[in-house]
């Protein structure tokens, strides 16, 4: 199996969580993403559908195939696509290294929050590449766990951080797949590519942020590595109690601040005799 | 003396430096600032006139008083801006902690670059406010330099990297201070604190910015610490070459990537009535 082991789990708090980062980052990340009447877009890795209903919603009028490794994750997304009446979205459970569709098959591709979990992500860019029609876009938006940084900031506080890159590092991860977009897209031969940071700020002029960002998406993403972090000794438990104790103080007025940065890069398939 | 002994120095090569900054960041950092005609501004700390110049340009209209401690700077500063023919700018010399300007004296007030330096932020915040008319804002630019991450990213660029914030600390500064702006604008009492992240990003679709940016200002400051950084045995000269050499490297093509964030933040000095 080539994708290493999802590191934030696929437990019923885990799908939550990644159901209020999609909402709290919505409008930043896929804002400026809709695709065409009639076109044909492939999302890679869909995972419980968190960007599905989005993708979906910002394009009615595209046909949608999206793909995930896990049939578990697959059941979540559907239900999650039933409850919200949409039409336009086609599941079905495949491996991004052995895609079951003929070459040239999709018009755009989409992928969002997957790479990171990708021992080969060239090589999954590559296979991605094969079923996109010359001309077509590939999208892929990362987190980058290196661009985060908040005041007030302790050691603990780091350290609980850090531990999150550790455990990724661990599975055959790369949760500082952000900055690297441009290269990885350039490796597997896209054109044209640009890279956008999206970064999120947090101060206490913006409650709403704090609470749906800080507070639902990523303080629960780091509590969730809490067993694996002690378990490979990279912390211990005294450490980590109050390194998530001061992470919660970075989500609160009247001092606290907070920041994070995704990249959303784009690039094209060109035909072989512009290559 | 209340300001921290001057990180970068006052040499030739670092005045180049901050000029190949502001120009690399320019609109960036200031395309939105502009003061109307007939106001009266304060830049606080203007060293050698670096931001002086663009927002002299970006407000031809208004009259600028330019002040620093270091009379040397002033003195730079004015060639400038007399090379410049900029006609609205009058410098003096005079300490943050000791205005010689009357109560409530300026429309607007500036500052860039400059809180980072001080040891008590706050305290200068409070004594710029008190020659600020009530209902003038105050605009302040600072870089953070927990901001910065690159790829590649080799431990010893990073131990480089570091080097420049520990030894920023030794001189009691603090350059994490972008982070903090809404905290310490609040703390001194101005009203509508917002606070916008400035992020640059570079990879080798914009040589233009990694040349300007990334070789020209940021590479320089971190190779301006080299002295101070091995005194203070926070690195081996061996570490240290290695991690400048692979500064180099985040700003060649075709992998290197390089991201850095300023922070720009504005507050209103609002009536005793309304505080």
């Not at 979906?56 to 696509?81: E, F, N």
């Not at 000794?233 to 980590?240: F, P, Q």
Request: aromatic share 8%; glycine share 6%.
């Amino acid at each position: 199996m080539l994708m290493s082991h999802y590191v934030h789990g696929y437990s019923e708090r885990e799908s939550e969580r990644l159901y209020d980062q999609a909402n709290a980052v919505r409008e930043l990340l896929h804002g400026d993403t809709d695709y065409p009447t009639g076109s044909e877009v492939l999302e890679a890795g869909c995972g419980v559908g968190a960007q599905t209903v989005i993708l979906a919603k910002s394009s009615p009028d595209a046909q949608i195939t999206s793909i995930d490794i896990s049939l578990d994750s697959i059941d979540k997304a559907k239900d999650l696509i039933n409850k919200e009446g949409i039409l336009n979205v086609h599941f079905r459970q495949a491996d991004i290294f052995a895609l079951p569709f003929e070459e040239e098959r999709f018009d755009h591709i989409f992928l969002c929050f997957v790479l990171e979990h990708l021992q080969e992500p060239v090589r999954a860019l590559m296979e991605l590449r094969k079923v996109l029609k010359t001309g077509g876009s590939l999208t892929v938006i990362e987190g980058d766990h290196g661009s985060c940084y908040f005041y007030p900031q302790t050691d603990e506080a780091l350290q609980a951080w850090h531990c999150l890159i550790q455990v990724q590092a661990h599975l055959n991860g790369n949760s500082l797949v952000g900055r690297q977009l441009f290269p990885l897209l350039k490796k597997a031969r896209f054109h044209n590519v640009k890279i956008s940071p999206r970064m999120v700020y947090t101060d206490s002029s913006k409650p709403k942020l704090m609470d749906g960002f800080v507070k639902k998406t990523i303080i629960p993403m780091v509590e969730g590595i809490e067993k694996q972090a002690l378990e490979l000794k990279l912390i211990n438990k005294t450490s980590w109690n109050k390194g998530i104790q001061d992470l919660h103080k970075t989500a609160m007025p009247p001092d606290g601040t907070f920041c994070y940065t995704f990249f959303k890069g784009i690039g094209i398939k060109q035909s072989l005799k512009h290559v």
